[in-house]
């Protein structure tokens, strides 16, 4: 297998107008091994949006996104290429399953909400974003309201600045809250408990409504409900840490405009969003069919006006598909990308097929990526004091068994390396702190105590592994 290892590092939290396709893939490298093709694809497609937005209006309007499908087994990294080039892009994304929508009825679930889902998520991170914005006054604004609560202003008492003495009084009150702010700031305070004002959450029960398919006609319920019973504020006693953290939230969202966030999220929603639509094969069914598959060509035939572009309305308003970029994946194992009706097949011009992995690309899986599955045991197993170690030896016989069990059971790629490692570290991972050896040392006849009776018992493995 061809592997690229990319020619250019980006800096550090480089700009995404600079980055270059091949340096999008050297990004992409960190956390995904092989599977160049794909790589280059989704790179091209996320500069070619980069490039789209230095268009004049008039052409940038008809450059439509290049929607890509991918054909790969279970555990290859379909969604982990996906998901990781949103991160990169800063696009709002969401993975879904095609099979959700011939779960109920006829059709299914309404298609169109997952244009809702991305418009939610795109929401969030444009909030996200103005929350940090607006942080520094906030936190400024509730460093005062805390020290109002501690110390009350003098008029609270029925002072006056007539009243004899007033300038004492009020260079002492002065004096005293100075102090009560630098304990403030150097947490000394955090565990005293005060009274605190702050707005009722408790929307549970309006959650559950709305969550009964109020989502599927685009109703907000939430928001409809608000206007019957405005927020309010409830009386609750906190530690000041505890209070700090709730009134910053009530602050925050004082301060920002949320109709100017609704109409910046829904920009990016349609020019930035990414939908990963798994399982497309589950829904592929020839022309003409009878039975399930008159059910699965039903969806199809749903899913092209939002693939093709559309508007769909959301609780934020209409949301325009047109440039939101579709990637779809599925294995292919029954059908095939021909299956798919014609229309839709037209709406997926990028075809990359992801190879199966070997024992090397498993190897490199378990030691390379950033977030590897050893780096996240070591890291969890650290905070109890225990060193963990493996040896070469053993990273070969880990991916070794990895492949044979995927051959002679069924294929899952690289998912099989959690069930493999977690049942290998499961005696040190129970005993964690208790440990009195604190470095542990896993090599190739540690890996064959644990799970060569595993590998080798066909009928045990097939519920244990």
Known sequence: MAIYLGGETPPAKANLDDLTPRQIVAELDKYVVGQNAAKKAVAVALRNRIRRQKLPAEIAEDVLPKNILMIGTTGVGKTEIARRLARLANSPFIKIEASKFTEVGYVGRDVESMIRELTDVGVDMVKQAAFEDVRPRAEQNVEEKLLDILLPPPSNYGFSPDDEGSEEKTRSHERTREKLRDQLKRGELDDRLVDVETQDRSTATIDFISGQGMEEMGVNLRDMMGNMFPSKTVSRKLTIAEARKSLL?????????????????????????????DEIDKVAGREGASGPDVSREGVQRDLLPIVEGTNVNTKYGMVSTDHILFIAAGAFHVSKPSDLIPELQGRFPIRVELEALT??????????????????????????????????????????????????????????????????????????????????KIDANYVE??????????????YIL
Request: no cysteine; proline share 1%; hydrophobic share 35%.
């Open 449 to 462: 105590e644990r799970l060569t009776v595993l590998v080798e018992d066909r009928n045990l493995r097939q």
């Open 249 to 277: 939230r009530d602050e925050q969202e004082g301060l920002i405009d949320m109709e100017q966030i609704t109409r910046r999220a829904i920009e990016k929603t349609e020019n930035s969003g990414i939908i990963f639509l």
């Open 359 to 440: 024992i090397d690309d498993l190897k490199r899986i378990l030691v390379q990526p950033k977030n590897s599955l050893i780096k996240q045991y070591q890291a969890l197993l650290e905070t109890e004091g225990i060193h963990l170690t493996f040896t070469e030896d053993a990273i070969d016989k880990l991916a070794e068994m990895t492949e044979e069990i995927n051959k002679s059971t069924e294929n899952i790629g690289a998912r099989r390396l959690h069930t493999l490692v977690e049942k290998l570290l499961e005696e040190i991972s129970f005993l964690g702190s208790e440990l009195e050896q604190k470095h542990q």
